[in-house]
């Protein structure tokens, strides 16, 4: 399985920007997709996934209620929508698949092991 990012830049504060998260050679239905990012100096933290048979979707409190995630199965992508940029999300945004139909886990203790394919991520700058 192989993961691309894209869509980052740089956006002012309060602005919005969307990122993609396709894949190839293998089909989405079976992977538990998560949006990952890592500010400078800081771990790789876990944000939004979105589970493969039911579409459902959970998030950290960080993000919730500005940032959601959604997938196009005919384009094998999952994207993540974010809203209301503030200057603290600024990071590299990772996207990760688990080989998992049925849920997915993502938050603080979640190991980043579990989400065993990762593209390369791309940055998002939010800054004036």
């Known amino acids: 399985l192989q993961i691309v990012e894209s869509g980052g830049g740089l956006v002012q504060p309060g602005g919005s920007l969307r990122l993609s998260c396709a894949l190839s050679?293998?089909?989405?239905?079976?992977?538990?997709i998560g949006w990952f990012r890592q500010a400078p100096g800081k771990e790789r933290e876990g944000i939004l996934c979105?589970?493969?048979?039911?579409?459902?979707?959970k998030s950290t409190d960080s993000v919730k209620g500005r940032f959601t995630i959604s997938r196009n199965r005919a384009k094998n992508t999952v994207y993540l929508q974010m809203n209301s940029l503030k200057p603290e999300s600024t990071a590299v945004y990772y996207c990760?698949?688990?080989?998992?139909?049925?849920?997915?886990?993502?938050?603080?203790?979640?190991?980043?092991?579990?989400?065993?394919?990762w593209g390369q991520g791309t940055q998002v700058t939010v800054a004036l």
């Open positions: 990760g698949a688990e080989p998992n139909e049925d849920k997915c886990v993502i938050g603080p203790g979640i190991p980043l092991v579990r989400y065993g394919y």
């Open positions: 050679g293998g089909t989405l239905d079976r992977y538990a």
């Open positions: 979105a589970i493969s048979n039911d579409g459902g979707t």
